[in-house]
């Protein structure tokens, strides 16, 4: 059976600084497939980034950056420069490639940026 | 582009009375289509997935159903209500060719 773990329940962080979300997986497959999602107040689940199992190369898109390892199971999310809007829910989820598509969730960060 | 709602955005219903979210997704064929709730507590879990036209598979026993009648259309419904059935729907999709599921805006469902 797969499984997700967020430890982390809330981070609050001050504008401006790093943050890294923590992200550990668990699956029997050899391809899967694992992905970052946001979900502002409005409560829409936005989609920020999957990647494949094969492809070990971390990921930057602006301020968002994605290290993947697969030694460790873990797929760590970092925003750099933290802005108010950052603010969300964030949540990491593994879809096995046999499985249907099917996505299982871990618990999800609550991220606060204050001013 | 491909886009997808779910309506309505908001339901208040009393206990006992019938339930019925209704899902599009535009802009593709033969999606795979899935029912997601989050209740209190922000975990989500997956209730149905639909890969065709009466094509639904349940993941948890509940007292919900679904229905895709259809090939861009996803029903979740319930008979009767419970307070259990209180939470936030999400209706969400992905094309055969890629792994990324897209997911709606969400409905916020009060059982009272």
């Known amino acids: 059976a797969q499984k997700v773990t967020q430890a982390q329940t809330e981070i609050s962080v001050v504008e401006k600084e790093d943050v890294t979300l923590d992200c550990v997986y668990e699956t029997r497959d050899t391809t899967y497939y694992l992905f970052w999602y946001k979900q502002p107040p409005s409560g829409e689940l936005v989609f920020l980034i999957r990647?494949?199992?094969?492809?070990?190369q971390n990921e930057i898109s602006g301020r968002y950056s994605w290290n993947f390892q697969k030694s460790t199971s873990s797929f760590n999310f970092t925003i750099t420069a933290s802005q108010v809007v950052d603010s969300a829910v964030y949540f990491c989820a593994l879809s096995e490639a046999g499985g249907g598509n099917k996505l299982t969730f871990g618990t999800g960060t609550q991220l606060k940026v204050e001013l | 582009s491909q886009t997808i709602h779910q309506w309505p955005a908001t339901l208040v219903q009393p206990v006992g009375s019938p339930l019925s979210l209704e899902c599009t997704v535009e802009?593709?064929?033969?999606?795979?289509l899935y029912w997601y709730r989050q209740a209190a507590g922000r975990g989500l879990q997956l209730l149905f997935y639909s890969i065709g036209i009466d094509q639904i598979s349940s993941e948890v026993p509940q007292n919900l159903s679904a229905s895709r009648p259809q090939d861009r259309q996803f029903i979740l419904s319930s008979k009767k209500l419970l307070l259990s059935d209180s939470g936030f729907y999400l209706c969400a999709w992905n094309d055969r060719l890629g792994n990324t599921i897209y997911f709606g805006e969400g409905s916020w469902l009060t059982v009272v």
């Open positions: 802009g593709t064929s033969n999606p795979n």
């Open positions: 990647r494949n199992s094969f492809d070990e």
